[in-house]
């Protein structure tokens, strides 16, 4: 994701903390899109998503 600019690493003291860039904040409907969809058509399903079905 680093590699596609989509989050950068800042570093805050000791930790190190990854925010969205705006090119990230236009994915995460995307990502959200396939979340849903994982939850909606395979959740519960381990059979299902080992076949790759």
């Avoid at 969205?20 to 998503?49: C, K, M, N, W």
């Amino acid at each position: 994701m680093r590699a596609d600019q989509l989050i950068v690493r800042a570093q805050e003291g000791r930790a190190t903390r990854y925010r969205l860039t705006p090119r990230g904040e236009d994915a995460v409907f995307i990502l959200l899109a396939f979340l849903r969809y994982g939850t909606r058509h395979y959740s519960g399903d381990a059979q299902t998503i080992q076949a790759g079905r």
